[in-house]
């Protein structure tokens, strides 16, 4: 007699991705990836300029005068990337007063109802997010080589994120937890993510 498969076995086996839906999962790990690595580069711009507005302002005294400007040019952008990676991981702020009281299925069906709302959103606010990033290349920023365009794109950006990360939602709502180079350590458990 076989001995039985373990647990594991059986989870990784039951989401095994096939055709389109693993060609989905390798998708979405990649732009996971790369959502991650734009959130981790903004922060650290941030912190740069940051600490170096403060070196300058004391110790070096150069010309530069722009350092807060850059700083909250990468703050925009971290903030609109890492409210899409929050959404994506379900690490966003969940209000849960009545999901105690509601039957699975109901929970189930006003998440998909939620994500195709906010998938509608936040494709409306990429396509209006145009137009401002349009009128914004007119305007520079005083002190720095960029105009407001750079700053209102991490909208447009974030959103382009947001509508990735709902989509992936729709389509396989079951999807398992990613395994990508930032997320190792993670201990997440099964069902969720997107």
């Given at each position: 007699m076989a001995?039985?498969?373990?647990?594991?076995?059986l989870r990784s086996a039951a989401h095994a991705p096939s055709g389109w839906r693993g060609l989905v999962l390798r998708a979405d790990r990649t732009v996971c990836w790369i959502g991650r690595l734009a959130v981790t580069l903004t922060l650290a711009m941030v912190l740069v300029f940051c600490f170096a507005q403060v070196l300058d302002r004391y110790l070096l005294k150069t010309q530069f005068d722009a350092w807060d400007q850059v700083a909250r040019i990468g703050m925009l952008w971290c903030a609109f990337v890492g409210a899409a990676m929050a959404l994506r991981e379900r690490r966003n702020v969940v209000i849960d007063?009545?999901?105690?009281h509601l039957p699975e299925r109901v929970r189930r069906t006003r998440d998909r109802l939620f994500d195709a709302l906010l998938l509608?959103?936040?494709a409306t606010l990429f396509y209006k997010g145009l137009d401002v990033v349009a009128v914004g290349n007119f305007q520079d920023i005083v002190g720095t080589p960029f105009t407001y365009a750079v700053?209102?794109?991490?909208?447009?950006?974030?959103?382009?994120?947001?509508?990735?990360f709902l989509a992936l939602r729709l389509l396989i709502p079951n999807a398992p937890p990613p395994h990508d180079a930032f997320a190792r350590d993670e201990l997440d458990t099964p069902g969720t993510h997107p």
């Open positions: 001995a039985p498969m373990p647990a594991t076995t007063i009545i999901d105690r509608a959103l936040a700053s209102y794109a991490s909208l447009t950006v974030g959103m382009v994120f947001f509508m990735l």
